[in-house]
């Protein structure tokens, strides 16, 4: 009856913890672009595209993140271009940015093909990664593509 007693506990543990680290990747769909942007109106973002199999996207998540926490108005939305249809690659987004701290504004690519996808964010963005957009409180933006270093956030954060 003890170990009974002693598995229902830990198995009651782990749900438990399962359920609190869990966070949700929105789908990002070809109508939804302005959605992901609205809730971030008047107010200075980055909405960087990132790939799990993408060394320089990791790179540049390192960097926001380290940023993040040292300046808690850095303002970050991810939005991976890995497919959420793939559970396995959801299951690597989602740890991967909780463990960035990175959670907040997530999203992927849903089931749409990835060029009609690309298209609805940035008609002259070919799929090079990483990419970010910087919008600044007046909603304009300015797009990058490659490794985000810790000096463009600082000229980010400077210009607002």
Same mark, same amino acid.
């Given at each position: 009856? *003890?170990?009974?007693?002693?598995?229902?506990? $830990?198995?009651?543990? %782990?749900?438990?913890? #399962? &359920?609190?680290?869990?966070?949700?990747?929105?789908?990002?769909?070809?109508?939804?672009?302005?959605?992901?942007?609205?809730?971030?109106?008047?107010?200075?973002?980055?909405?960087?595209?990132?790939?799990?199999?993408?060394?320089?996207?990791?790179?540049?998540?390192?960097?926001?993140?380290?940023?993040?926490?040292?300046? *808690?108005?850095?303002?970050?939305?991810?939005? $991976?271009?890995?497919? %959420?249809?793939?559970? #396995? &690659?959801?299951?690597?987004?989602?740890?991967?940015?909780?463990?960035?701290?990175?959670?907040?504004?997530?999203?992927?690519?849903?089931?749409?093909?990835?060029?009609?996808?690309?298209?609805?964010?940035?008609?002259?963005?070919?799929?090079?990664?990483?990419?970010?957009?910087?919008?600044?409180?007046?909603?304009?933006?300015?797009?990058?593509?490659?490794?985000?270093?810790?000096?463009?956030?600082?000229?980010?954060?400077? &210009?607002?």
């Amino acid at each position: 009856m *003890k170990k009974i007693l002693t598995l229902a506990a $830990g198995l009651m543990l %782990l749900l438990a913890t #399962q &359920a609190g680290s869990a966070q949700t990747i929105r789908e990002f769909t070809t109508d939804n672009f302005a959605e992901v942007i609205a809730g971030h109106k008047g107010k200075p973002f980055v909405l960087i595209l990132w790939s799990l199999d993408c060394e320089f996207c990791q790179a540049s998540l390192n960097t926001l993140s380290r940023k993040k926490h040292s300046n *808690k108005n850095l303002r970050i939305v991810t939005l $991976g271009t890995d497919s %959420l249809a793939d559970q #396995q &690659a959801a299951a690597l987004m989602k740890s991967r940015l909780a463990g960035l701290g990175l959670k907040d504004s997530a999203w992927a690519f849903g089931a749409e093909p990835p060029e009609q996808l690309r298209y609805a964010i940035d008609k002259k963005w070919h799929g090079e990664l990483p990419r970010s957009y910087w919008f600044n409180a007046d909603g304009e933006v300015t797009a990058k593509s490659g490794v985000i270093s810790a000096e463009t956030v600082d000229r980010f954060l400077n &210009a607002r």
